[in-house]
């Protein structure tokens, strides 16, 4: 078993956030699309904790830290332009 797209569009709960957002999801409004899904997909599966499928493979993942922990000059670093 894999995670995919298709398995991210199909789901019951991101599918519809997908669906509701195509500025963000699609391919034609945004080409890092697909990162975007496949993320979207695997946040709402770590919340869901010992409930989701992926649970003991999203287990497996290293601790991240997001950019909420980044100061204003590092966020100001990550800008285009």
């Given at each position: 078993?894999?995670?995919?797209?298709?398995?991210?569009v199909?789901?019951?709960?991101?599918?519809?956030?997908?669906?509701?957002?195509?500025?963000?999801?699609?391919k034609?409004?945004?080409?890092?699309?697909?990162?975007l899904?496949?993320?979207?997909?695997?946040?709402?599966?770590m919340?869901?904790?010992?409930?989701?499928?992926?649970?003991?493979?999203?287990?497996?993942?290293p601790?991240?830290?997001?950019?909420?922990?980044?100061s204003?000059?590092e966020m100001?670093a990550t800008?285009d332009?």
């Amino acid at each position: 078993m894999v995670m995919s797209l298709n398995k991210a569009v199909s789901h019951p709960v991101a599918g519809k956030i997908i669906a509701e957002n195509p500025d963000c999801f699609s391919k034609e409004e945004n080409y890092d699309y697909e990162q975007l899904t496949l993320a979207l997909f695997i946040f709402y599966e770590m919340t869901l904790g010992k409930n989701s499928y992926w649970y003991p493979y999203l287990r497996l993942m290293p601790d991240v830290e997001f950019t909420s922990s980044w100061s204003e000059q590092e966020m100001i670093a990550t800008q285009d332009g």
